[in-house]
């Protein structure tokens, strides 16, 4: 088990983004959360193995049909041993 903090950056809030990032990590096993930073950026905190967090990360760069990925910044962190995936709101 691993654990990312990702940071992504373009258009990437209010175009969905969240809401498919919440989906595929759901398919994939991922657990973590995501939400909007009021820089207009989204953090996500994912954990899964290996290959999961690379297909999740695959993902990030494309997101939602509405979002323009620009950059997509992944950390390695402390696992948090997470339970499921939600969107956090504030």
Do not use: W
């Not at 899964?48 to 950390?75: A, M, T």
């Not at 390695?76 to 041993?81: H, P, R, S, T, V």
Request: hydrophobic share 35%; charged share 30%.
């Amino acid at each position: 088990m691993k654990h990312l903090d990702i940071t992504v950056s373009g258009k990437v809030q209010g175009v969905f983004y969240r809401a498919m990032i919440k989906a595929v990590a759901d398919q994939l096993g991922i657990k973590g959360t995501t939400k909007n930073r009021p820089d207009g950026t989204v953090f996500i905190e994912a954990e899964g193995d290996e290959f999961s967090l690379e297909l999740f990360l695959e993902f990030c760069q494309k997101g939602s049909d509405r979002s323009l990925v620009e950059n997509v910044s992944p950390i390695e962190g402390e696992l948090k041993n997470y339970r499921n995936f939600e969107i956090v709101k504030k």
